[in-house]
Structure formats: structure tokens, C-alpha cells
């Protein structure tokens, strides 16, 4: 493994952050979103109701113990710590013109910290935290007009901080969307609510265009500030196989690549796909697409592609093959693997897989930016034996390096995500734990926020201090 790989871990600041309405950050899309638990979804509100509990408004209060937890990261030999900045702390309604100066003053008292500990900031300027109230103004990403303030939100904080963070990445997991059947997605990719009897499917894609040129003009942006810094795209990498090796079970998965996949496209080749101009021709979408938008996505291609791997998928063939799949009702079970308590299928292999996929594809250097296993854990005599943790970690470190030493890929770095406990984004629980260290902070936001050492803590330090090679 070569010497500079950026080991570390990976939050998002609504997960960890808390202090919801201090240093005058404005409500976000995540604080909206109430608890949840596997068999009930979190329920997205439009105002706080006084009944609801809200996971994300403490989380577990890195907002005053970051000091705490990154002298923590500092004993692992973390390399790199990736964070988002919450949009709403910088312009907490979003459309503002000027920028709010103590949520400035947060990251660079964040980033320097990490520096200090000789830690590289790694940050993601939309991780599922648009201010709320663009989402009810302006009905979130369906609106262009959210182009211009996601702009200056960027460029507000690669001015400021471009000497401090090198690695930055645009929309986090930009491809979930197009779940669109499921609200929590959308909302979260995109702060859109959608009204009854709407074209869900239409709107989403329009959205994403909008999102993609925002995209592209970040990178554009970061680069003109300072041509040194690494701008990179985020996908949710999910390799998704074919149920048998027949035609049509082989032909649709490849269409469900497409489906998931065609951003990474656009984000690193600076062209839509052939395919998805068919389809949206094919739907009769008439999406609006300008020749300077084009323009825009054509000079605005990433540096490098950051993924997040938890899990793949298989997806049974029909006789009509096509983009339009329904991921509820054609995804089957992988009888080869076994899965999280969460349901999660537990893949290494196809860690490997995905990496020589995308190598393949684009010839771009890749950052696995989220990796983990989300589980229970029992806090015995301050400690956690969380061997499953271990062995899941172990499994996928040893695939990504066998993609590295014998195939040759080029990753970069490998954050654990949620590598402290945070709040889980799907569910809304703090009992979903993935971390290195235990935060004692329970479901109904009962706990000290007292932080432990679990045992992966110690086997991760032990990782990055022989640089892969002690498993
Ligand atoms: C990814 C998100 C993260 C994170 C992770 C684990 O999709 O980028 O924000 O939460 O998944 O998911 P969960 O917390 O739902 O288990």
C-alpha cells in the first residue's frame, strides 16, 4: 500500500454535530426528520411538533466535544477525517447574500483542530443538509434557482478554507434519488416534498440536472480558487447482479446499473450518457436542459470519484428490459451471502467487484469515503467486544487491497463510516451503531454522551499504524 493512503474515518455533520440552533444555524432537512426505527420510518414534518423526538437535534454533540473526539481520532493515527459543513450554519436560510460568521468560525476551529492532530480534513458540501427553508420557498432542487445559492455557499467556503481542506466532494450519495418511490430519499437528496398526484419520476430527474450543474460549477469554482485542490463526486456504489446467467436477468441489471450509475457519468465525462438521453426522450420528460447548462457539465469534470460501499444487490430479469425497474418489487435475495440485523447483505467480494468496475469506466483515482457495519452494541465495564465489527472491517480492507495489489486500481483513502457512534440517516436510531468508539447516548436521547473505546478502536489503530498490512 503506498505511504500517503488516507486512512480514516467518515461523519456527515447533521449525524454527529447536534447544537441545532446554536452559532445562529438555521433548521436543516434533518432536523426535520423525527425517530424512527427499522418497522417505522422516520416521519418527515414540516414543523417541529413539540411531540415528536428529533435524534438529530443533539445527535451526540461533537459541536462541543469535536476537541474530545479528535484527540480520540488522534490515537487511532487517523490520516484523514471526512465531515460535511452543515449549509445551514453558513446561511442558515439559504438564499442570504452574506454568510453567518460564528458557523464560519466552527469549521475553522474544526479544521484546524484536525490539523493540528495532524489530521487532513476531508469535507462533503451537501450531505443531506439543505436549509429547510429553501425546501419551502422554493421547493428544494426542483427549483434552478437553487443553483445560484448552492453556489455561493461553495464558494463561501472553498474561499475560506481551501488552505485547510484539500479533498472536497460535491452532493453526498447524489444516485439515491432515483429511489424516487421513496420519500425519504428524495427529501433528503433533494428537499423536495412532493405534492399528491405529482410525476415523481419527472421531477426527480429534472432535479438532478439541476443538482449536476451545481455540481459541475463547484468543481469549476474549486478550481479556479486554487488548482491544487481535489474536487470529487459521491456515489453510492451498490454492484447489482444479474439473478441468473440468463439474457434477460444479465440484460436487466445492466439497465439498473444505468439507472443508478448515470451520474457518475455525467460527473466525471462531462456528457449525459446516450442511454439517458433516450430515456428521458423515450419518457417524453422535456426536461429543462440549456445549451449553457451543458456547457457548465462539460468544464466542470470531477478529480477523483469517493464511494460509499455498504452492500450489493440481484435483480431478477423479465421479458421487458428497460431503465424503469422497480427496485421494490424485482430486487431478490442473495442466497450466497448473509446480512446486517438491518438487512444489509454483507458483500467484500463486491467491494472488489465495484472497484474494477469503476476503475474500468473511468481511469479516476477513487476514495472509499464510507464503508462500515451498523449494529448493537453492549457497552460491558466501558468497553465493546464488537468482533462482527472486526471481522466485516477486515473482510472489506483485504478486498480493496487485492483490488489495489493485484489489479491495480488507484484508491486513494478509505474512511469507516460513522467510525465514532452517530445517528443512523435511514432510521433515526442511535441502537444502529457503527463506530470505533461508543457514545453513551440512547434511542429516546436518554445518556451521559460519555465516550468508550470499543475493541475495533484498537484493532483499526493497529491497521493504519502497519498501513494495511496487520489485519
Ligand atoms: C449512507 C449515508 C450516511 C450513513 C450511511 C449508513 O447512505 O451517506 O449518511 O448514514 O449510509 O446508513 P444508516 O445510518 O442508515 O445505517
Known sequence: ??????????????????????????????????????????????????????????????????????????????????????????????????????????????????LKNGIQPIVTLSHFEMPFALCEKYGGWRNRKLITFFENFVRTCLERYHEKVKYWMTFNEINNQTNYNSDGAV???????????????????????????????????????DPSLKIGCMIAMTPIYPYSCAPSDMLKSLGAAHKRFWYMDVQTRGVYPAYMK????????????????????????????????????????????????????????????????????IDPDGLRYALNRIEDLYHLPIFIVENGFGTVDLLENGTVHDQSRIDYLRMHIQSMKDAIEIDGVNVIGYTIWGCIDCVSFSTGEMKKRYGLIYVDKNNDGTGSLRRFKKDSFYWYKQVISSNGEDL
Open 278 to 345: 433516450t430515456f428521458f426522450k423515450r419518457k417524453d420528460f422535456h426536461l429543462d436542459i440549456t445549451d449553457e447548462d451543458l456547457e457548465i457539465i462539460k468544464n466542470g469534470c470531477v478529480d477523483y470519484i469517493g464511494i460509499s460501499y455498504y452492500m450489493s444487490f440481484v435483480l431478477k430479469g423479465d421479458s421487458d428490459v428497460n431503465l424503469d425497474y422497480d427496485e421494490s418489487n424485482d430486487l431478490c435475495d442473495n442466497p450466497y451471502l448473509s446480512s446486517t440485523k438491518w438487512g444489509w447483505p
Open 187 to 225: 427529501f433528503t437528496n433533494s428537499g423536495i416534498i412532493f405534492e399528491e398526484g405529482e410525476d415523481r419520476e419527472r421531477i426527480v430527474y429534472q432535479a438532478s440536472h439541476y443538482e449536476l450543474v451545481a455540481s459541475a460549477k463547484a468543481v469549476a469554482i474549486a478550481h479556479q480558487i
Open 1 to 114: 500500500m503506498n505511504q500517503d493512503f488516507l486512512w480514516g474515518g467518515a461523519v456527515a455533520a447533521h449525524q454527529v454535530e447536534g447544537a441545532y440552533r446554536e452559532g445562529g444555524k438555521g433548521l436543516n432537512l434533518a432536523d426535520m426528520m423525527s425517530a424512527g426505527s427499522v418497522n417505522s420510518p422516520r416521519i418527515i414534518t414540516r414543523k417541529i411538533d413539540a411531540h415528536c423526538y428529533y435524534p438529530n437535534h443533539e445527535a451526540i454533540d461533537f459541536y462541543h466535544h469535536y476537541k474530545e473526539d479528535i484527540a480520540l481520532f488522534h490515537e487511532i493515527g487517523f490520516k484523514c477525517f471526512r465531515t460535511s459543513i452543515s449549509w445551514a450554519r453558513i446561511f442558515p436560510k439559504g438564499d442570504e447574500k452574506t454568510p453567518n460568521e460564528e458557523g464560519l468560525i466552527f469549521y475553522d476551529n474544526l479544521f484546524d483542530e484536525l
